[in-house]
């Protein structure tokens, strides 16, 4: 089965900065969401795009998903402190089973 | 609410040993699921339920064993355990809206089970 490969693994910024995230994958998806974890702690989900769908926002967040190239984008704008996490993308396909890689390491930077 | 309630929180196994993570949610959510997060592998599936009765394997079945009798329980039990199977598991829950084909499934993660065996 297939896993997203995010990239770049690890990310360091100043507060008040943009990070971007990238997120890769292989076969088909019926959705692509992203997920959030702070170390020690389960994962939280952030924000879904589906298929048929080339942008979303919520809030600080903007993802993008290109199907013709397989990838998907999460950029946090005007990053804080309070951001520093790892950052997932789960593949959604059908039947409900989503698949996760190996993530992004944000740390923002005061 | 507590959501997604893992136990315990943290185990030390001998090879060989047997013992059953528990995982319970009290949302009345269909769908149920078993990860390991490992260092540089990320977290990959183990296995999944879709409602009570029924089970499936995700991408590293082997040494695992599950059963889902109840909507609320989905029970991890390792029979021998190696110490392959040191790792941080995750038990994750989601409710699908208008079944499983079109659905997107949101999930809800426990806090996770530290498991070591030495």
């Known amino acids: 089965s297939q896993q997203g490969e995010e990239d770049p693994q690890a990310l360091s910024i100043q507060e008040g900065e943009n990070a971007t995230m990238n997120c890769s994958y292989k076969t088909s998806i019926n959705n692509l969401q992203w997920y959030r974890q702070n170390s020690g702690r389960g994962l939280v989900h952030l924000i879904l795009?589906?298929?048929?769908?080339r942008e979303k926002h919520s809030g600080r967040l903007r993802v993008t998903l290109d199907t013709s190239k397989k990838s998907s984008s999460l950029l946090i704008t005007a990053s804080r402190a309070a951001d520093t996490a790892s950052y997932f993308c789960?593949?959604?396909?059908?039947?409900?089973?989503?698949?996760f890689g190996q993530g992004t390491i944000l740390t923002v930077h005061p | 609410n507590a959501g997604v309630t893992q136990t315990p929180k943290f185990q030390v196994l001998k090879t060989g040993q047997s013992m059953t993570l528990q995982c319970a949610q009290d949302m009345n959510h269909e769908y149920m699921s078993w990860y390991r997060q490992d260092p540089g592998m990320g977290l990959r599936l183990i296995h999944y339920s879709v409602g009570a009765g029924i089970t499936d394997q995700g991408e590293v079945p082997n040494g695992y064993n599950v059963s889902r009798s109840t909507t609320e329980d989905f029970p991890l039990r390792l029979l021998s355990a190696a110490p392959s199977q040191t790792s941080v598991y995750f038990c994750a829950s989601s409710s699908t809206p208008q079944g499983m084909i079109s659905g997107a499934n949101v999930l809800t993660f426990g806090a996770g089970s530290r498991l070591t065996v030495l």
């Open positions: 789960g593949l959604g396909t059908s039947y409900g089973k989503l698949t």
């Open positions: 795009i589906r298929s048929n769908e």
